[in-house]
Each structure stands twice: as structure tokens, then as C-alpha cells.
């Protein structure tokens, strides 16, 4: 599949009804649809306001299907992918949700066993644990934070058959975002 970048709305919510339609990489028992959706869900509960994050985690993974083994590159293509139809908040987060999981493994002693098989393999894919060199650059984005809120729905988003709000729960807050931008 060709990485796209994204110049409407409906080109990117067609995007999205896709993935409903490809195993997650993370088991065969949900979609990438499924996982977006409940990453979405978490950072809605956790952060009811911000609506950019909320988008943010439903299309973080939007570019698994373009990027190879271990996923090396499908933060940075995701980013691409929405940065001029949404919001550089929003790329920048999607952007971001790698090297949070890089920053965790390096900060918070626990993070590690909370990682999911797939995640451990994707984490020595894309770089593994941060030096201190990189956590101090991580903490100096302006968005450092809420791409650790990102992560850390991302790591809770896979279980299969949970209950969440469906795509067109999120279709008006993209709307909205497109029209902002």
C-alpha cells in the first residue's frame, strides 16, 4: 500500500473505514480501526477537552499497512500523512507516540513490563530505550506530555471486543479540525 498524504476529510475517513478491514499488528482478534478507536476513547475519557489529542490517537497508527517489520517508520508517515489537512498538533503527536514509548522504557521502571509482545519488538525496530541526550530533547517539545498521554492509550487499546464509541463518533471532530486548518 502507498503512503497517502490526505487532502480531504473524506479522503482520510475512507482511510480510516479501511483499516477496519486489516488485522491489528498487534493480534488477529481486532482491527487497526478497533485499536484507533479505542485509543481515541481512552484519551477522551482522560482528557475530555482536547479534542486535537482525541484525533491524534485515532489516526496514530493510521500508517501501519504502509511501513514494514517492526514499524520503524509509521509515526513519522502518519504525521505526514495528516499534517496539512489537521493540525501540526495533531502530526506532531502522531509523530510523537514512538518516541514516547522510547522515553518511557527509559524513565519509568515499570513501563517495560506493561509492553505488549509486539511493542517489544517494535521498540528495538525504532530506536529502543533513550539516552539521556534524547529524553532531555523529548522534554523539550512543546507537546511532550500529551504524546505520553497518546502512548500510554495506545499501550491500554488492545482488547479485543471492547465496547467504544464507533468512527462516526470522530467524524465531526475531523470535520472540525479540517475546517480550522
Do not use: N
Request: net charge negative; charged share 25%; with cysteine.
Amino acid at each position: 500500500m502507498t503512503p497517502t498524504v490526505f487532502a480531504t476529510a473524506d479522503e482520510l475517513i475512507a482511510h480510516l473505514r479501511m483499516l477496519a478491514t486489516i488485522p491489528s499488528a498487534e493480534s488477529d482478534e481486532f482491527t487497526e480501526l478497533d485499536h484507533g478507536l479505542q485509543t481515541a476513547a481512552w484519551c477522551e475519557r482522560r482528557a475530555p477537552g482536547d479534542v486535537e489529542l482525541h484525533v491524534a490517537a485515532l489516526v496514530h497508527d493510521l500508517a501501519h499497512p504502509w511501513d514494514g517489520p517492526g514499524q520503524p517508520r509509521h509515526a513519522l508517515m502518519g504525521a505526514e500523512a495528516v499534517r496539512t489537512l489537521l493540525s501540526a498538533r495533531v502530526a506532531d503527536l502522531v509523530a510523537g507516540h514512538v518516541p514516547a514509548k522510547r522515553y518511557l522504557v527509559a524513565t519509568d521502571p515499570d513501563y517495560r513490563s506493561r509492553l505488549s509482545p509486539d511493542s517489544i519488538f517494535t521498540l528495538a525496530e525504532q530506536g529502543g530505550d533513550m539516552g539521556s541526550d534524547e529524553i532531555e530533547w523529548f522534554e523539550s517539545l512543546p507537546h511532550w506530555q500529551a504524546m505520553v498521554t497518546l502512548r500510554r492509550a495506545d499501550d491500554d487499546a488492545k482488547v479485543a471486543g471492547a465496547v467504544v464509541p464507533g468512527l462516526d463518533h470522530w467524524t465531526s471532530a475531523i470535520r472540525d479540525l479540517v475546517a480550522e486548518g
